[in-house]
Structure formats: C-alpha cells, structure tokens
C-alpha cells in the first residue's frame, strides 16, 4: 500500500520528466519519439488528470476547447467507413494519432501539473533539443566535407540529417520565437540575453544553410512580428526598428555569402510568373506544387462533401497525375503539398472547416490572451501548413498536435511581457 501511494505521489513528476525527454527528442524524430509519447501516455493512463479531472472540465472551458482538437482525428476516423485502402488507412491512422492523445491527456491533466517554471523548463528543453539536433547535423556536415570536398554538405538536405529541411526549418521558427520570448521577460543577467541573441543568429543562419523556401518565410515572419510587437506594443521603437534593420542586413549579406539558398529563392519566382499550365512536369519544386495543387482541386471538386476516403488520399492524388501525365509526381507519389488541399481531399468540406476553424479560433484566442507564442507558433504552421501537408508525417503531425494543445494549456502563463 505505501508503494502504491509513493507511486501515486511520484507520478506527475514522472509524467514531467518524461515529456521533458520527449522536448528534447522531439527535432530529431525517429522510433525513440514515438517510444516516448507511448511512455507518457501509459503514466497518463495509470491516472488521468493527477487532479480534480470533472473540476477541470466544470470550472475551464479551457479544457473542453482542448480537447475539441481531437476532433480532427475523429473525422479522419470516421472516413475509414468509405475507404477502399485500409493498409494505407491504418497507416496513415497511426502516423495521425498524436492528433488524438495529446488534446485527450492535455485536456483531462489538472492544471497544477505544469505551473509556469515547469512550463519554462519544458521549453528550453525544447530549445536545447534543436541545438543539439543542428549541432549534430553540423558535425555530419562537416564529415561529409571532409570526404567529398563538396560546399553542398553545408546546404539543403545534404545538411538536415534527420528530417526535410522543412520540417527541421520548422521546429527551429519555433526555438526562435520562445528565445525571443525568454528574452523579452528579462529575468536573466546580460551575460545570459548575450548568449541568447547569438543562439538567435546561428539559428538564422542555419536556416538559411537549409534553403527551405517555407523556413525563411517563417523566419522572416517570426522576426518582422516580433518588431511590430516592439514597436506598437512595447513602445521600444529604437529596439524594434533596430531588429527590422537587423532583418534587413541579415538577408543582404545572407544573398552575397550564401548564393545557391538564393538562387532557390529567384527560380521560385520564375516559376510563378512564368506558369504554364499546358507543363505536367518539371524539376523545380515550385513548378511542381503548382501542378500538385491543381490535381488537388480537381479531386476536391468531384469529393467536395465526403472527400475519398481517409485511406484512398494517395490513391486519388496517383490517379490524377496518371491521367495528367505527370510521370515525375507520379514515380515519387508525391502528396498534395498543402495540408489544407490534403484534408479536404481525404474528408472532404467537413475536415477542412474543422483544420481552419481550429487555427482562426485558436488564433483569436491566443490575441485575447496576448500570447506572442502561441500566435507565432500558429502563424509558423499556417504559413508551412500551405506548402507541405504536415500532418502526413510525424515529424509534422508530433510537432504541431503537442505543442498546439500544451500552448493553448498554459495560455496565461505564456502572455507577451508587459
């Protein structure tokens, strides 16, 4: 019996230390992650909630709000009862299931669980975690040189070890926007925000190093909001139009040291102004997201209200490329490229509403609450959530369903500094 009460009296700090492994693990992806959330989650089940579970949801709307960002997973669930491939549904089922249990443990743990230093804590972890991850991607980089005298060991997927340059661009917005944050709280001696600002330019330049089209717009999102916050919200006009410059010179002189990121940057633009619709294949990237999204919206418009089915998705989008004769998406069975065009394909008008619903209304609850984080870490998946379909892998569906629910958890303890 006073094992069992130890147990008991131990168990959320266990459950802390293990999402704390789970921060850290997160940006280097792989079996070990997926490890952790089944360890989280079998702590969590021993005991929901560690608290009051019908207070939470009696006294915290909160929670209840919480717990409706499962709801996208239900309808995922739910379009396995139209689906012709089940293999692929099941798949797919699994890869999407952070969707469901971190809203469910989340919504259902007490409050008292993660108090704002814990929070802090998780957070750095997280941070450290994608510097350890770059650091290690670094050393491989250089191995790589070693051994081919090649300059592209520093660039694009040669440089992302262990993950696509999108997703690795991603988790590092993310570690620059809660740096900027810990930051502005100014809590710590200038030794500390020193080291700070430098982790924010190797971060910068890192991803520029990735060459992810989607990562530099995010980055540049994260830091021109962060100078209207200055700006407007913190009066400090001299800070905010000496970041914005920053800004500037950074990408000026990122143009002249790093010409092939560039170069991705202008063929980008090409292809818009130059699309031709009568092309069905091409090796540029844009090109070809082009093509992608207009096979998307054909399937759509033929689906609108059911969609094809949570497991006939790839299927519908390899049958349309067949029959556009677009062999290169076809051979590499490329999927929609914006996950917004992927779920409507998959569940039709209903998944759709429900992924934008839970960004707008999300969004206008973190302005409410003045949480820069979370707004910033909605604005960052929005903006790669229109380019890639994030929620088809875990490096994207982990990132986005733990953080969504655990920033919306501790939404006052996160408030924009006054």
């Given at each position: 019996?006073?094992?069992?009460?130890?147990?008991?009296?131990?168990?959320?700090?266990?459950?802390?230390?293990?999402?704390?492994?789970?921060?850290?693990?997160m940006?280097?992806?792989?079996?070990?992650?997926?490890?952790?959330?089944?360890?989280?989650?079998l702590?969590?089940?021993?005991?929901?909630?560690?608290?009051?579970?019908?207070?939470s949801?009696?006294?915290?709307?909160?929670?209840?709000?919480?717990l409706?960002?499962?709801?996208?997973?239900?309808?995922?669930l739910?379009?396995?009862?139209?689906?012709?491939?089940?293999?692929?549904?099941?798949?797919?089922?699994?890869?999407k299931?952070?969707?469901?249990?971190?809203?469910?443990?989340?919504?259902?743990?007490?409050?008292?669980?993660?108090?704002?230093?814990?929070?802090?804590?998780?957070?750095?972890?997280?941070?450290?975690?994608?510097?350890?991850?770059?650091?290690?991607?670094?050393?491989?980089?250089?191995?790589?040189?070693?051994?081919?005298?090649?300059?592209?060991?520093?660039?694009?997927?040669?440089?992302?070890?262990?993950?696509?340059?999108?997703?690795?661009?991603?988790y590092?917005?993310?570690?620059?926007?809660?740096?900027?944050?810990?930051?502005?709280?100014?809590?710590?001696?200038?030794?500390?925000?020193?080291?700070?600002?430098?982790?924010?330019?190797?971060?910068?330049?890192?991803?520029?190093?990735?060459s992810?089209?989607?990562?530099?717009?995010?980055l540049?999102?994260?830091?021109?909001?962060?100078?209207?916050?200055?700006?407007?919200?913190?009066?400090?006009?001299?800070?905010?139009?000496?970041?914005?410059?920053?800004?500037?010179?950074?990408?000026?002189?990122?143009?002249?040291?790093?010409?092939?990121?560039?170069?991705?940057?202008?063929?980008?633009?090409?292809?818009?102004?130059?699309?031709?619709?009568?092309?069905?294949?091409?090796?540029?990237?844009?090109?070809?997201?082009?093509?992608?999204?207009?096979?998307?919206?054909?399937?759509?418009?033929?689906?609108?209200?059911?969609?094809?089915?949570?497991?006939?998705?790839?299927?519908?989008?390899?049958?349309?490329?067949?029959?556009?004769?677009?062999?290169?998406?076809?051979?590499?069975?490329?999927?929609?490229?914006?996950?917004?065009?992927?779920?409507?394909?998959?569940?039709?008008?209903a998944?759709?509403?429900?992924?934008?619903?839970?960004?707008?209304?999300?969004?206008?609850?973190?302005?409410?609450?003045?949480?820069?984080?979370?707004?910033?870490?909605?604005?960052?998946?929005?903006?790669?959530?229109?380019?890639?379909?994030?929620?088809?892998?875990?490096?994207?569906?982990?990132?986005?369903?733990?953080?969504?629910?655990?920033?919306?958890?501790?939404?006052?303890?996160?408030?924009?500094?006054?």
């Amino acid at each position: 019996m006073n094992i069992l009460q130890k147990y008991k009296s131990l168990r959320p700090e266990v459950y802390f230390y293990l999402m704390l492994v789970f921060a850290l693990l997160m940006p280097f992806n792989g079996l070990v992650v997926s490890y952790s959330i089944g360890l989280i989650f079998l702590i969590w089940l021993s005991g929901p909630g560690f608290g009051n579970v019908r207070g939470s949801f009696r006294h915290g709307a909160k929670h209840w709000w919480i717990l409706s960002f499962s709801l996208l997973y239900l309808l995922y669930l739910a379009g396995l009862a139209y689906t012709r491939n089940l293999t692929y549904a099941g798949e797919d089922m699994q890869t999407k299931l952070s969707l469901l249990l971190f809203p469910l443990m989340l919504s259902l743990t007490d409050d008292a669980v993660f108090d704002t230093k814990k929070t802090h804590t998780l957070l750095r972890t997280f941070i450290a975690g994608v510097f350890l991850c770059t650091l290690t991607c670094l050393i491989h980089a250089f191995i790589q040189y070693f051994a081919s005298h090649s300059k592209m060991a520093f660039y694009y997927t040669n440089l992302s070890w262990f993950q696509h340059t999108t997703y690795l661009s991603m988790y590092i917005s993310f570690a620059i926007t809660l740096l900027f944050y810990f930051l502005l709280l100014n809590r710590m001696s200038k030794m500390i925000k020193v080291l700070i600002i430098l982790l924010i330019v190797y971060f910068s330049v890192f991803i520029v190093l990735l060459s992810s089209k989607a990562g530099i717009l995010t980055l540049s999102l994260v830091m021109f909001v962060m100078a209207f916050y200055l700006l407007f919200f913190r009066r400090r006009v001299i800070l905010g139009i000496s970041l914005i410059g920053s800004v500037v010179l950074f990408f000026l002189l990122a143009s002249f040291l790093f010409p092939n990121v560039y170069s991705r940057i202008e063929r980008t633009r090409k292809a818009i102004e130059n699309y031709d619709s009568g092309v069905r294949n091409s090796e540029e990237s844009t090109d070809a997201r082009l093509l992608i999204w207009k096979s998307a919206v054909e399937i759509i418009r033929e689906h609108p209200l059911s969609g094809v089915g949570t497991g006939d998705v790839k299927d519908a989008l390899l049958e349309k490329y067949n029959e556009k004769g677009m062999t290169d998406a076809l051979s590499h069975q490329l999927n929609a490229h914006n996950q917004f065009l992927q779920t409507g394909i998959a569940i039709g008008l209903a998944g759709t509403t429900v992924l934008l619903a839970m960004f707008i209304l999300a969004l206008i609850y973190a302005i409410k609450n003045r949480n820069i984080v979370y707004l910033l870490f909605l604005g960052i998946n929005a903006v790669n959530f229109l380019f890639e379909s994030i929620l088809e892998t875990q490096n994207g569906v982990v990132f986005y369903a733990f953080f969504n629910a655990f920033l919306f958890y501790k939404i006052k303890e996160l408030r924009w500094p006054e």
